[in-house]
């Protein structure tokens, strides 16, 4: 069992990375929200969920993220890849 030290350790080390590699400029900002295990999200956009998942035999970590389909979000991507075509696909999207 994993205790509640390294789970806050880990938990900090990812915030951590998310916010540093999220933001394309000094304008943009990172909002991470932590929902209980036992809430159910329920949206009425065009939003895609992005799955990543880190495993050894030791650990495993399973990181969701939900984003909107939209032309700023795409825009904030394009800007974050450095792509040279200013519309991403989906599949692009997904990699970004």
């Keep these: 069992m994993i205790s509640q030290?390294?789970?806050?350790?880990i938990e900090w080390l990812f915030e951590k990375a998310v916010r540093a590699n999220?933001?394309?400029g000094d304008e943009d900002t990172c909002v991470l929200s932590k929902l209980p295990a036992d809430k159910e999200v329920l949206s009425t956009t065009n939003q895609?969920?992005?799955?990543?998942?880190?495993?050894?035999?030791?650990?495993r970590i399973v990181a969701l993220f939900q984003f909107n389909d939209d032309a700023p979000t795409n825009e904030h991507m394009v800007r974050m890849t450095?792509?040279?075509?200013p519309d991403l696909d989906v599949q692009a999207l997904s990699d970004a």
């Design 22 to 24: 999220s933001v394309s």
């Design 5 to 9: 030290s390294a789970k806050t350790g």
């Design 82 to 85: 450095r792509s040279q075509t």
């Design 48 to 59: 895609q969920l992005v799955v990543l998942t880190i495993s050894t035999y030791l650990f």
